[in-house]
């Protein structure tokens, strides 16, 4: 059910209501100052722990302004906090360091008020200077922040006074209170004294729990913040994250009651876990595992080569044997559940006369590379059903090379020498609002222009049109029009697009933990979460 904050104007109201109808983050707050007590740290923490099991290695530091890999993004969910927040679990926003509702001065200018008390970790009081420094860091094009593209729309953040900031946007943008999860709040004096290297290595915020320490490969380690004053205080005095990429190294740390959670269950170990009364269960993500192109380099600038690889992959039996059926075969940019899914015009069922076909328009008799994947488990799974469908087409010969997610984008992406990538990709952890979904892959210069380099046809400009077009439109039905459009444009040249959307299968111990929440989205949160 969403519910909405209030808005001065009727006008704004109704404009607001429109664009977010069928849109799946909903804007209501719940813990609003006026109907919400948050729950006192407890002296019956005391010697409380959890472990966990995570999947995915240490491929970034902390600073929530660069930080985008999978492991310390759950982590910064513990550690800081922004104005409003999504619950990992429900997706349901709530005000965090916002002491109350955001407030709508005009149609491009909004207040926020701070909550009354909230405190960095080292003791200092979160203070609107932090705010503005938070916002303007990731605004400066200097710092290339990843989340620059999600709150583009902002023109200026000022302090009003100790308690409001006050925003002003370029033009009118009715998911401005939903997009504030973006940008994390972090202490101005801290990074003033110890530089950003070493907050991005040792990051201090406002959250429920203190980082501790990080071991690459090992694990990262928190503690119980006493003075949180918010929704989510800690309900154990201890968490340590076992860094645990290999798969049965995970499951054998469940089984065995090691961990009393753990992400990124193997598909063929869910039964197995179940058996020894784990509780097990498979979430419908957004998270896909995509294929990308090299589009700067012959003959992958060739659309038809592009579509020609889709083509030449059989989805369903990747879908059957590597997912056990816990996965669908993209028929669009978006999964079927969510609310905006649009079917795309262009589909790829299995077709290797088709891919033949198009690789002899293209001109390719041809056609050798070297596939390049990421190591997880699941991916490395995937890859050689993959290279087993491509090989069957007449010309074509694929090798494969699997690398860490940090070595595949720095070495090999982002510097261009790649030809063909695959690798799982999920920013709906940021949000699940169409537009923020699309602005990760195709707005701005991160991944269009250095990654898979289609930032200068003509097909990137309309869809960089289009995605302004949606933000700016009357109600949601025209909004809708212009991402069906652009999602069709993306589907049709697949510079990036998914393969399949997958079920994310997390497995705890309802014995050990209270109020665990399985989550559609990479990561773990413990948020509210107790031991028995």
């Known amino acids: 059910m969403t519910k909405h904050f209030s808005f001065e104007t009727n006008e704004s109201r109704r404009h607001f209501m429109k664009l977010m109808a069928g849109v799946g983050a909903g804007i209501a707050f719940s813990g609003t100052l006026g109907t919400f007590t948050p729950k006192a740290f407890a002296a019956d923490i005391k010697g409380k722990t959890i472990e966990a099991g995570i999947a995915y290695p240490l491929s970034t530091g902390f600073d929530p302004m660069t930080s985008s890999g999978a492991s310390p993004y759950a982590a910064n969910l513990h550690i800081f906090e922004g104005l409003v927040d999504l619950h990992p679990a429900t997706r349901e926003p709530y005000l965090a360091l916002a002491g109350k509702e955001p407030e709508q001065v005009d149609e491009t200018t909004w207040r926020i008020t701070l909550r009354e008390g909230a405190t960095f970790h080292d003791g200092a009081p979160v203070t609107t200077e932090d705010v503005v420094y938070s916002f303007n860091r990731i605004m400066d094009p200097a710092n290339k922040s990843l ?17 409001v900031v006050e925003f002003k946007l370029k033009y009118p943008f009715a998911l401005f209170a939903n997009r504030l999860t973006c940008v994390k709040i972090v202490p101005k004096h801290v990074i003033d004294k110890v530089g950003q ?17 990080a071991v690459k490969d090992d694990k990262i380690v928190f503690e119980a913040y006493e003075p949180y004053n918010g929704k989510y205080p800690a309900q154990v005095e201890k968490m340590s994250w076992l860094l645990l990429s290999d798969a049965a190294a995970r499951v054998t740390a469940q089984e065995s009651k090691r961990t009393q959670a753990m992400e990124s269950v193997p598909y063929l170990d869910i039964s197995r876990l179940k058996n020894k009364k784990q509780q097990v269960q498979s979430v419908q993500s957004f998270g896909l595992l ?98 087993e469908s491509w090989n069957k087409i007449p010309g074509v010969k694929v090798t494969l090379q699997h690398l860490q997610s940090g070595a595949l984008y720095s070495n090999n992406v982002d510097p261009g020498v790649y030809e063909v990538a695959i690798a799982p990709g999920d920013p709906s952890v940021f ?78 111990d309802d014995s050990s933990l209270e109020g665990y929440q399985p989550l559609a989205t990479t990561g773990l949160s413990f948020l509210g979460v107790g031991r028995k």
């Open 197 to 213: 290297s070493a907050f991005d290595a040792h990051p201090i915020g406002s959250g429920p729990f203190k980082f501790v320490s």
């Open 147 to 163: 989340f620059v593209m999600f709150i583009d729309f902002i023109e200026s953040v000022k302090a009003v006074d100790d308690k």
């Open 431 to 508: 949000g699940n609002d169409l537009d923020l979904l699309l602005s990760w892959w195709y707005r701005g210069d991160v991944w269009p222009k250095r990654r898979f380099r289609w930032s200068n046809t003509p097909e990137f400009a309309k869809v960089t049109e289009l995605l302004n077009a949606a933000v700016r439109a009357k109600d949601h039905a025209e909004a809708k029009k212009s991402w069906e459009e652009a999602i069709n444009i993306i589907a049709a040249e697949v510079p990036l697009y998914p393969i399949v959307h997958r079920k994310l299968p997390s497995a705890w």
């Open 290 to 387: 995509f294929l990308m192109f090299n589009c700067e380099k012959a003959p992958f600038n060739n659309p038809k080569v592009r579509q020609a690889l889709h083509y030449g992959l059989n989805t369903d039996k990747l879908v059957d044997i590597v997912f056990d059926g816990n996965a669908e075969a993209a028929t669009s940019y978006l999964q079927t559940t969510h609310p905006d899914y649009i079917k795309a015009s262009t589909q790829y069922p299995y077709d290797p006369e088709k891919a033949a076909a198009l690789l002899k328009e293209a001109g390719v008799t041809e056609l050798k590379f070297e596939l390049l994947a990421t190591d997880h488990d699941w991916v490395k799974e995937s890859a050689p059903l993959i290279l």
